[in-house]
């Protein structure tokens, strides 16, 4: 199973990104994916999560309203669109597959810094 993640860079504070997670080697349209993150000195926390049809999602208060998870089955990814970004969603962003198993992908840096 690999999950890769990809998108991620340095932003301006109000700008937007959106991070991409290309899964493979899983039942990608049995597994609710999330999105987490970790930022320098602090613990990982859940950003947001989607349920394996994409009929349901759910938010950390923090980033209710500026982003928004989505997935395509048929290619097999999942989607974070960052908007509104500010300093302290600087972060390594991590995907994550659960289902039958629960997977990790290596992450993706995210800078919000003018």
């Known amino acids: 199973v690999q999950l890769v993640e990809s998108g991620g860079g340095l932003v301006q504070p109000g700008g937007s990104l959106r991070l991409s997670c290309a899964a493979s080697?899983?039942?990608?349209?049995?597994?609710?994916m999330s999105w987490y993150r970790q930022a320098p000195g602090k613990e990982r926390e859940l950003v947001g999560a989607i349920t394996s049809s994409g009929g349901s999602t759910n938010y950390a208060d923090s980033v209710k309203g500026r982003f928004t998870i989505s997935r395509d089955n048929a290619k097999n990814t999942v989607y974070l669109l960052m908007n509104s970004l500010k300093p302290e969603d600087t972060a390594v962003y991590y995907c994550n597959a659960k289902g039958y198993g629960v997977y990790w992908g290596q992450g993706t840096r995210v800078t919000v810094s003018s």
């Open positions: 080697g899983l039942a990608f349209s049995s597994y609710t």
